[in-house]
């Protein structure tokens, strides 16, 4: 497998880092900035800022953390939570973010993705995907977990590709927060149709469910790690070592 990055995700609410177990059950835990800038001193590769009221609210909160953050932390950074429009992504990454993340906005006008492909340059686009099991496929969901949209997740993946998406960030919400392994069966049925990088989140809360991935050669570009890094149940150079050791033994 290549190399994969180790992300840390932060999803907040009216400025509090905060963490939930299958999107629901909000809990507060600290301050994002002390937390992003932990990380950052400690080698993680990428960061991810998630508001996850924005699509409630209509609006990106977090241009003074962006702002914040940024100052002090250099490696790359997204953003997301309530983008619906080109203006909205210019107005995050003038506060100093690399890339943002698009979901609700992207399945409510499909077409908000080619335009941020097209004017700002797919390399800066993330489309955040949020999948529940229905049956025996999986469905797309928006507004952090709650809302329901009918959309084959396959489908909606090949979609974005097309319309220009830079990267996927695939979430489980069956498995968000519970750290009980990663959806194995939805990350392989989506990897073997992504052709652009695929970033997986949800899940993980043991170094032994790295393996999986690695034994059944599951092909993804990053992990997004939450609440095994909040509560400091792993450091970030285990995970990378465990990441590099199993790539060294293939």
Not at 1 to 18: A, C, E, Q, T
Not at 32 to 48: H, R, S
Not at 76 to 105: C, M, Q, R, Y
Not at 212 to 241: P, T
């Amino acid at each position: 497998m290549k190399p994969i990055r180790l992300i840390s995700r932060l999803d907040i609410k009216n400025k509090f880092l905060i963490k939930s177990i299958n999107l629901e059950g909000l809990k507060k835990i600290g301050d994002p900035n002390e937390f992003a800038i932990d990380y950052y001193k400690k080698g993680i590769d990428e960061i991810i800022l998630i508001d996850c009221v924005a699509s409630l609210y209509g609006r990106n909160n977090l241009t003074n953390i962006i702002k914040k953050i940024t100052k002090e932390i250099f490696v790359p950074v997204t953003v997301g939570g309530g983008i619906k429009t080109v203006t909205d992504v210019k107005e995050i990454l003038k506060s100093g973010a690399d890339k943002v993340a698009v979901n609700t906005a992207a399945v409510r006008r499909k077409n908000l993705i080619k335009e941020i492909s097209e004017e700002i340059g797919k390399q800066s686009l993330i489309i955040s995907i949020q999948a529940k099991k229905r049956q025996d496929k999986w469905e797309v969901f928006t507004e952090s977990g709650k809302q329901s949209t009918g959309i084959d997740l396959v489908d909606w993946v090949s979609e974005v590709i097309g319309l220009g998406a830079g990267e996927i960030l695939l979430t489980s919400i069956d498995k968000e927060g519970t750290q009980s392994g990663f959806d194995l069966k939805l990350i392989k049925d989506v990897s073997k149709i992504c052709n652009i990088p695929l970033i997986i989140s949800g899940g993980f809360g043991n170094l032994s469910h790295l393996d999986r991935l690695f034994i059944e050669e599951i092909n993804i570009d990053g992990i997004a790690i939450a609440h095994a890094l909040h509560y400091k149940k792993f450091e970030i150079n285990e995970i990378q070592k465990k990441i590099e050791d199993l790539n060294n033994n293939k």
